[in-house]
């Protein structure tokens, strides 16, 4: 019983840690299959939403890619830096969004300090 409890405790503090109320953003290594379906491969930048939380940000590129947050007065920005590999294969780049507890009127996403709009809007699961 006391192995049970402990247990269960344990479970409970996992699942609150990942279920953090701070903005941030992590690359997917395994990307659901509910967003993959809706992946369109001939845009470059695409924002697919799941629920109110769940916000994935797909970007397509030919160069190494890394990003940050930035928030700006009520606005948050996404951005996006890109460096040269060497190579001319198109890469996929799948990052969750995670918003916590913060409200923005706007999501703007820059590349390379350049404003970028999401192809086709946004996408709604």
Do not use: W
Not at 32 to 49: A, E, F, H, W
Not at 81 to 108: C, F, M, P, W
């Amino acid at each position: 019983m006391k192995r049970l409890s402990s247990l269960m405790l344990v479970a409970i503090i996992i699942l609150a840690a990942c279920n953090s109320s701070q903005l941030s953003i992590s690359e997917l290594e395994s990307v659901p299959s509910k967003v993959q379906d809706v992946i369109n491969s001939g845009s470059t930048l695409q924002m697919i939403t799941s629920g109110e939380k769940n916000t994935y940000i797909v970007f397509h590129s030919t160069e190494e890619v890394s990003v940050e947050l930035e928030v700006t007065e009520n606005i948050l920005n996404i951005k996006f830096n890109t460096t040269n590999r060497g190579n001319t294969e198109l890469k996929q780049y799948v990052y969750q969004l995670h918003r916590g507890n913060s409200e923005h009127d706007a999501i703007n996403a820059l590349v390379n300090e350049e404003n970028a709009p999401f192809d086709g809007g946004m996408t709604i699961l």
